[in-house]
């Protein structure tokens, strides 16, 4: 019995000794490396594997044996991949009941060439998602880690996951994009991708991101991740790169850095869509070239627009870009303030903006107002169906305060409309302006108590090329002005109108207005069809006359004209009675001849005296023909 007793207990010991070795230190077989072959197979007969010999250690707690191989060769079509070591987990009950069952697999890869990678990945499966990165990936390299659990029946279980990193990739888009530099470690688990420590080189800028998830939803892959990068100064060729974005500006110098947040949808055939981005940018500095008619209203405009320290944010979502900002404007001497909102919309635009003039310029010099003060400018506007609209316009300084309501514009960016114009404003020449201008059904009012009209006068008479066609406005205007300034000696008082302007001509209309008691002016236009006539008759000549360059020295005079069109010739008469000058060269000269008293006047220095001066002329289209004075 005892001894019977002492077999037992060292058959045991030597049981338990062997469990200990096994469990410790393991062996070495080839034994099941045709399972392990065979049960690859399982999922792709194509599927190949060198196996070199196995290490086996035993595992009581779970009833199984640890299997682990290093320097193993995946192949598949002549295509192969290095395997730094291959482990797997067996079950011991499986094996008794004369079966081959693994639970696991765990695989880690050496350093693979990633264009090997996808030709081995596209000898499994010749997708287009696989050609399209094969053309794309130029260089890289891949190091992962994969484990995988088995149900009864052998399938993957849906708790995979693979880890690893992807050093110095490079991809190509069209020549015209280039990323290289590209590292990060990804991290996959069930309908999840995840990128970390991301850092990439597109076309020579760095960027960076710290996470980038994939997510499969209902067959298509949600991605969102962050990308951020530090200070890029770019010019010349760099700037290509958004040239997209600047549309019809020319940006020659842009420094800044940003923060970038963003999802898209991507289907299995790499098509994307529902991108959304939130983008933080700061804008150190932004040269735009200068093309714009500004030196009109700031004399001291420079051929490019700075940008300087502008804080940005960029977003998009649903076809929908908004972009918002604030921070220094350099368009003359000094810096301005600005800011700036943007909504597109397909291609609808809506914007605003609020533009703060300090040490700097600002006149119009039509309406005599040059700013004094800092000036605060806001507008808004829209453009809608190719319709342009500024919405509101305001300009206050002090007390000045101008004013547009809903000005519109067609397609050729001529004016079609206006709700409201509001002029209250003190001149250059110390007079204070107000009239207001409002649209009433298909009438235009103006109205005011003063108006200065001076320099829009001089711009009339004294303009070297035709005005530009800027208005297409088929309605009737009328006028009811207290008082308006010709110039800094004579005034209009009671100024009023009924004209009707079909596209920038009036067609039909009466103006009239009153110098003094006995002084006048009238103006009327009538047309009947392609026959137009015009009359202008004025009791007080020299605020029109004298504003000719030419003529010198003109006083007093009564004008008279007459002029008649029937589309292609107009002829005038031009009658200007009892009036004096002083130089008119040569004519004038020759006309003191004419009598002693001519002489006399000329030598006291009044000028020469007529009674009457008469021209006969005609124009068709840029000629002029005197046909008698």
Same mark, same amino acid.
């Given at each position: 019995?005892?001894i019977?007793l002492?077999?037992l207990?060292?058959?045991f010991?030597i049981?338990?000794?062997v469990i200990a070795?096994?469990s410790?230190f393991?062996v070495?077989?080839?034994?099941?490396?045709n399972? /392990?072959?065979n049960?690859?197979?399982?999922f792709?007969?194509?599927?190949?594997?060198?196996?070199k010999t196995?290490?086996?250690?035993?595992d009581?707690?779970?009833?199984?044996?640890?299997?682990?191989?290093?320097?193993?060769r995946?192949?598949?079509?002549?295509?192969?991949?290095?395997?730094?070591?291959? =482990?797997t987990?067996i079950?011991?009950?499986a094996?008794?009941d004369?079966q081959?069952?693994?639970e696991?697999?765990?695989v880690?890869?050496?350093?693979?060439?990633?264009?090997?990678?996808?030709s081995f990945?596209?000898s499994?499966n010749?997708?287009p998602?696989?050609?399209v990165l094969?053309k794309i990936?130029?260089k890289?390299f891949?190091?992962a880690?994969?484990?995988?659990?088995f149900?009864?029946?052998? =399938?993957?279980k849906?708790n995979?996951k693979i880890?690893g990193?992807i050093?110095?990739?490079?991809?190509?888009?069209n020549?015209?994009?280039?990323?290289?530099?590209?590292?990060?470690?990804?991290?996959l688990e069930?309908?999840?991708l995840v990128?970390?420590?991301?850092n990439f080189?597109?076309?020579?800028?760095?960027?960076y991101s710290?996470?980038l998830s994939v997510?499969n939803i209902?067959?298509?892959?949600?991605v969102?991740?962050?990308i951020?990068?530090?200070?890029f100064?770019l010019?010349?060729s760099?700037?290509d790169?958004l040239k997209?974005?600047?549309?019809?500006l020319e940006?020659?110098?842009?420094?800044?850095?940003s923060k970038? /947040?963003?999802?898209?949808?991507?289907?299995?055939?790499l098509?994307m869509?529902n991108?959304?981005? /939130?983008?933080?940018i700061d804008?150190i500095k932004l040269?735009i070239?200068?093309?714009l008619?500004l030196?009109?209203?700031?004399?001291?405009v420079?051929?490019k627009?700075y940008l300087s320290?502008?804080?940005l944010?960029i977003k998009?979502?649903?076809?929908k870009?908004?972009?918002?900002?604030d921070?220094?404007i350099l368009l003359?001497?000094?810096?301005?303030? /600005?800011s700036y909102?943007?909504?597109?919309k397909?291609?609808?635009?809506k914007f605003?903006?609020v533009?703060?003039i300090?040490?700097n310029p600002?006149?119009?010099?039509?309406?005599n107002?040059?700013?004094k003060?800092?000036v605060?400018?806001?507008i808004k506007g829209?453009?809608?169906?190719?319709q342009n609209?500024i919405n509101?316009?305001?300009l206050k300084e002090d007390?000045?305060?101008?004013s547009v309501?809903?000005?519109r514009?067609?397609?050729?960016n001529q004016?079609?409309?206006?709700?409201?114009?509001?002029?209250?404003y003190?001149d250059?020449d110390?007079?204070k302006n107000s009239?207001?201008l409002f649209?009433?059904?298909n009438?235009?009012?103006?109205?005011?108590?003063?108006?200065n009209i001076?320099?829009l006068?001089?711009?009339?008479?004294?303009?070297e090329?035709e005005?530009?066609n800027?208005?297409d406005i088929?309605n009737?205007l009328?006028?009811?002005?207290d008082k308006v300034?010709i110039?800094k000696?004579?005034n209009?008082?009671n100024l009023?109108a009924?004209?009707f302007?079909?596209?920038?001509q009036?067609v039909?209309?009466?103006?009239e207005?009153?110098?003094?008691?006995d002084?006048k002016?009238?103006?009327?236009?009538?047309?009947n069809?392609?026959?137009?006539?015009t009359?202008l008759?004025?009791?007080?000549a020299?605020?029109?006359?004298?504003r000719?360059?030419f003529?010198?020295?003109f006083?007093?005079?009564?004008?008279?004209?007459?002029s008649?069109?029937?589309g292609?010739?107009?002829?005038?008469?031009l009658?200007i009675y009892?009036f004096?000058?002083?130089e008119?060269?040569?004519?004038?000269?020759?006309?003191?001849?004419?009598s002693?008293q001519?002489?006399?006047d000329?030598l006291?220095g009044?000028?020469?005296?007529?009674?009457?001066f008469?021209?006969?002329f005609r124009?068709k289209?840029d000629?002029?023909?005197?046909d008698?004075?």
């Amino acid at each position: 019995m005892k001894i019977v007793l002492k077999l037992l207990l060292t058959l045991f010991f030597i049981i338990l000794m062997v469990i200990a070795y096994l469990s410790i230190f393991g062996v070495e077989t080839k034994r099941f490396n045709n399972q /392990i072959i065979n049960k690859l197979k399982s999922f792709d007969k194509s599927l190949d594997i060198q196996l070199k010999t196995i290490k086996i250690v035993l595992d009581p707690l779970s009833f199984g044996i640890d299997a682990k191989t290093i320097g193993s060769r995946l192949i598949s079509k002549n295509k192969s991949i290095e395997i730094e070591s291959l =482990k797997t987990k067996i079950s011991l009950k499986a094996l008794i009941d004369n079966q081959f069952s693994i639970e696991n697999l765990e695989v880690s890869t050496k350093s693979i060439d990633l264009n090997d990678f996808i030709s081995f990945a596209r000898s499994l499966n010749q997708s287009p998602e696989l050609y399209v990165l094969d053309k794309i990936i130029k260089k890289g390299f891949l190091i992962a880690d994969i484990k995988l659990e088995f149900d009864t029946k052998g =399938k993957i279980k849906d708790n995979y996951k693979i880890n690893g990193f992807i050093k110095e990739g490079k991809l190509s888009f069209n020549n015209k994009y280039n990323i290289d530099k590209l590292n990060f470690t990804f991290d996959l688990e069930k309908n999840e991708l995840v990128f970390k420590d991301t850092n990439f080189r597109l076309n020579n800028l760095n960027f960076y991101s710290n996470n980038l998830s994939v997510k499969n939803i209902e067959n298509k892959f949600f991605v969102k991740g962050e990308i951020d990068h530090q200070k890029f100064d770019l010019d010349g060729s760099q700037l290509d790169l958004l040239k997209s974005f600047f549309g019809s500006l020319e940006a020659k110098e842009l420094i800044f850095s940003s923060k970038n /947040i963003f999802s898209f949808n991507l289907s299995k055939k790499l098509k994307m869509n529902n991108f959304e981005i /939130i983008s933080k940018i700061d804008l150190i500095k932004l040269s735009i070239i200068n093309d714009l008619p500004l030196k009109e209203f700031f004399p001291k405009v420079k051929d490019k627009i700075y940008l300087s320290n502008n804080n940005l944010e960029i977003k998009y979502k649903k076809k929908k870009l908004s972009i918002t900002g604030d921070g220094k404007i350099l368009l003359q001497d000094n810096d301005d303030k /600005i800011s700036y909102k943007l909504e597109r919309k397909n291609d609808d635009l809506k914007f605003e903006s609020v533009l703060k003039i300090d040490n700097n310029p600002l006149i119009f010099s039509l309406l005599n107002y040059e700013k004094k003060n800092d000036v605060t400018v806001n507008i808004k506007g829209s453009i809608i169906n190719n319709q342009n609209v500024i919405n509101s316009f305001i300009l206050k300084e002090d007390t000045n305060f101008f004013s547009v309501k809903n000005l519109r514009f067609n397609k050729n960016n001529q004016i079609k409309k206006i709700d409201q114009l509001d002029l209250d404003y003190l001149d250059k020449d110390e007079k204070k302006n107000s009239v207001s201008l409002f649209r009433k059904d298909n009438e235009y009012i103006l109205k005011g108590s003063y108006f200065n009209i001076d320099n829009l006068l001089e711009n009339i008479l004294n303009k070297e090329n035709e005005s530009p066609n800027i208005l297409d406005i088929n309605n009737l205007l009328k006028v009811d002005i207290d008082k308006v300034g010709i110039d800094k000696d004579n005034n209009l008082s009671n100024l009023k109108a009924t004209l009707f302007f079909k596209k920038q001509q009036i067609v039909r209309g009466k103006l009239e207005g009153i110098f003094s008691k006995d002084e006048k002016l009238k103006l009327t236009v009538n047309t009947n069809g392609n026959d137009k006539v015009t009359t202008l008759f004025l009791d007080r000549a020299k605020p029109i006359v004298s504003r000719y360059k030419f003529i010198k020295g003109f006083e007093e005079g009564k004008l008279d004209f007459y002029s008649s069109s029937n589309g292609k010739e107009t002829s005038s008469t031009l009658k200007i009675y009892n009036f004096k000058l002083k130089e008119l060269p040569g004519l004038t000269k020759v006309l003191t001849l004419a009598s002693l008293q001519g002489i006399a006047d000329t030598l006291s220095g009044e000028g020469i005296r007529f009674e009457e001066f008469e021209m006969n002329f005609r124009n068709k289209k840029d000629l002029m023909t005197i046909d008698e004075i």
